[in-house]
């Protein structure tokens, strides 16, 4: 069993590290030797689960995992009920329509309802995002216990990504109050330059968020386009929070 759970922390690592770990890197992540760590990841790879860069010789998630979570993803309740929530939204505003969780102390990405456009931000299923700069993630931390998403903002590394990245804590207390009066957050050029992001809450029957449901585009220069865009999205979200229930 030790073993079992050594491979699946191991896992976990690399699906934070998606440039690849060394060997002697998961050993230290792992605290085992280095031979051990290696026994895992050539059983692993073996078994298609890990890549190995030929040239860097580190190791990354291999395309089997993506089958495993994809599967996980389109048989979820959740997502087997927005799926053709975000597939109507997608084509009635014509952008990328995501469906994000919280997963530990990041949000990811569990489906995803896509276009086929030139003026779309390609997002993936599994990515793993912080709740500092992402508009996921501040609806989370809008709408869980206000003292446990004081915790979880705390202890993120907030980085300015972009001259606009809100990332002190008075900022972002503003942000939340703001998600909270207006029922959804948008993130305008601070995650990456000419992206903008907006997302609404997703509530489950006692009132908490179960998800967010957001879409990505490039800038919008159209004020009147992106404001119909965004009631067309609180409408899906308060959709799906109703079939959930």
């Known amino acids: 069993m030790q073993l079992v759970d050594r491979a699946l922390k191991a896992l976990e690592i690399m699906s934070r590290n998606m440039e690849g770990i060394s060997v002697s890197d998961l050993a230290e992540k792992l605290e085992i030797p280095a031979s051990s760590a ?21 190791y990354r ?5 993506c089958g495993i979570a994809a599967g996980v993803a389109r048989g979820s309740a959740l997502t087997l009920t927005a799926r053709p929530y975000m597939k109507a939204l997608a084509e009635k505003i014509d952008r ?10 990041s949000v990811m990405n569990i489906a995803i309802s896509e276009r086929k456009d030139s003026n779309m931000y390609m997002v993936k299923i599994g990515y793993e995002m912080p709740l500092y700069s ?37 900022e972002l207390n503003e942000e939340l109050e703001r998600i ?18 907006v997302a609404c809450p997703i509530f489950d029957i006692n009132g908490e968020p179960a998800a967010a449901l957001a879409f990505t ?8 386009s992106l404001a ?13 929070s109703s079939a959930i229930r």
């Open 180 to 197: 909270r009066s207006q029922g959804y957050a948008m993130i305008d050029e601070e995650l990456q330059m000419g992206i903008q992001g």
């Open 61 to 65: 998630l291999g395309y089997k995992i």
């Open 217 to 224: 585009t490039m800038k919008e220069t159209d004020g009147e």
């Open 134 to 170: 992402t508009s996921a993630g501040r609806v989370f931390a809008a709408y869980m216990d206000r003292k446990r998403a004081f915790e979880l903002l705390e202890q993120e590394t907030r980085t300015k990504t972009t001259p606009y990245t809100k990332t002190s804590m008075e």
């Open 38 to 58: 290696h026994r895992i990841l050539t059983s692993l790879k073996d078994n298609h689960f890990v890549l190995q860069d030929d040239e860097t010789r580190k």
């Open 96 to 105: 990328n329509v995501v469906l994000c969780v919280m997963e530990a102390r």
């Open 228 to 240: 119909e865009r965004i009631r067309e999205l609180k409408h899906c979200a308060e959709e799906i």
